[in-house]
C-alpha cells in the first residue's frame, strides 16, 4: 500500500511515497482504512523537522488527523463504522488517565508524531483510539475534529468560557481559529477575531481586527493566542481585569516575556491547553451533532500529490488542505 514517508534527516525532499506492507492486527487492535486526513500546522512543522516532540519511528509516516472506515470486529466498534482518531497515546492507568485526562498521561505522547500517522492507506490502532462518528457529520468537519475541533473545545473549557462573557481569537481564521469562534458562539460569547480574512464574520465573528488596529482600551474576559511569541505582548494588553489568556500554539515561537506586576495586579490568568481528553470529543460530537459547523476547505488533493498540497499550504490562508486517501 501506499504511504508518505519521511526518510531522515526529514525536509520535503526527504518526503517520499513509498510501497510499504499492510499493517498486521495484534490482538486488541483495530485496522482503519483511511478516507481522509488533515494537513496542519503539526505536520508541515514535522515534515520540516520543527516539531517540539521526539518523531519516531523513522523513515515516519505523518499525520495526526484522519477519518477512516473500520475493517474488523472489536469490543465497541464494528466492521464498516465510520471513526476519527482520538490522536493522543496513552496507557489508560496512571493517575492523570484515571482521572480522565488522558492528553497528560505520563507515558503518553501524540500519536502521528511518536508513533506513524495517517497519510497512508491502512493503519492498525488500539481500539481505545477509535471514536464512531455519527452520519449526520460529513467528512470534513469529522476530519478536523481531531485537532481543530477539539483543541479549540478544550482551551475554552480551560479558559471557563461561558455565556456573556467576551473573546478575543488571534488567528480566527487559522483550524483551531474558526472552531473557538463557533463554538464560543453556541457557549453565548461575544467573539473577536484577530484576522485580515472578513470570511470569518460568516464562523461567528462579529468584529474582526488587524493585528495592529485593535483599540488600545479595548479588553476581553478571554484572549486565545495559539500564535506564540510575536503575539504575546499584544495578546496579553487586551486581556480584561481578571479575564485569561489561553494558549496552545507557537507558530511564531516559543518564548515570551512577561510583566509580573502587570499580571498579579490585574490578576491575569494565563492557561496552557493542549489537545483535549476523549471526554471532551463525544461532548464535542454531540455539540456538533445539535449545531450548524462549517469548515471552509481550500483544497483536497490525493495521497500521490502530497508534495503539491504541501505547497498549496505554504500559500493558502483560506480554508483546510485535505487528503483523500
Ligand atoms: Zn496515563
Known amino acids: 500500500m501506499l504511504a508518505a514517508r519521511i526518510h531522515s534527516p526529514g525536509g520535503v525532499d526527504n518526503l ?21 486526513t488533515g494537513f496542519n500546522p503539526l505536520e508541515y512543522n514535522l515534515i520540516n523537522g520543527n516539531v517540539v516532540y521526539s518523531v519516531k519511528p523513522f523513515p515516519h509516516i505523518p499525520g495526526s488527523e484522519v477519518l477512516g472506515e473500520v475493517l474488523n470486529d472489536g469490543i465497541n466498534v464494528r466492521k464498516g463504522d465510520r ?6 497515546i496513552f496507557d489508560g492507568n496512571c493517575d492523570l488517565c484515571l482521572s480522565g485526562r488522558e492528553n497528560l498521561c505520563y507515558n503518553g505522547g501524540l500519536w502521528g508524531v511518536e508513533t506513524n500517522g495517517g497519510l497512508t492507506e491502512k493503519i492498525t490502532i488500539d481500539e481505545k483510539n477509535l471514536v464512531k462518528i455519527p452520519d ?23 479558559a471557563n468560557a461561558s455565556a456573556g462573557k467576551t473573546i478575543l481569537i488571534y488567528g480566527a481564521s487559522g483550524n483551531t481559529g474558526i472552531f ?29 481586527f488587524l493585528m495592529d488596529q485593535i483599540p488600545e482600551s479595548m479588553t476581553f474576559d478571554i484572549v486565545v493566542n495559539s500564535l ?7 495578546s496579553i494588553s487586551h486581556v480584561k ?38 471526554s471532551d470529543l463525544i461532548e464535542l460530537i454531540k455539540i456538533m451533532e445539535t449545531n450548524q459547523f462549517r469548515v471552509p476547505v481550500a483544497k483536497k488533493f490525493k495521497l500521490d500529490q502530497i508534495k503539491e498540497a504541501i505547497s ?13 486517501i
Not at 469562534?181 to 468584529?207: E, P
Open 312 to 324: 498549496c499550504y505554504e500559500t493558502t490562508r483560506d480554508g483546510r488542505i485535505l487528503i483523500e
Open 241 to 278: 481585569q481578571g479575564g485569561s489568556l489561553v494558549s496552545f500554539g507557537v507558530l511564531t515561537g516559543k518564548e515570551a516575556k512577561i510583566n509580573i506586576a502587570t499580571l498579579y495586579t490585574r490578576e491575569i490568568q494565563i492557561i496552557g491547553s493542549t489537545g483535549g481528553t476523549r
Open 136 to 158: 449526520s457529520i460529513p467528512d470534513e468537519l469529522a476530519v478536523s475534529m481531531p485537532i481543530g475541533a477539539l483543541t479549540a473545545y478544550h482551551a475554552l473549557k480551560k
Open 83 to 88: 471513526v476519527i482518531v482520538f490522536n493522543r
Open 16 to 36: 517520499k511515497l513509498d510501497q510499504i506492507e499492510e499493517p498486521e492486527v495484534s490482538d486488541g487492535e483495530i485496522l482503519v482504512k483511511i478516507k481522509l
Open 180 to 208: 473557538a469562534a463557533q463554538i464560543s458562539r453556541i457557549m453565548g460569547l461575544r467573539v473577536y477575531g484577530v484576522s485580515r480574512k472578513s470570511w470569518v464574520k460568516d464562523y461567528g465573528v462579529l468584529k474582526t
Open 228 to 234: 506564540g511569541s510575536n503575539f504575546w505582548e499584544s
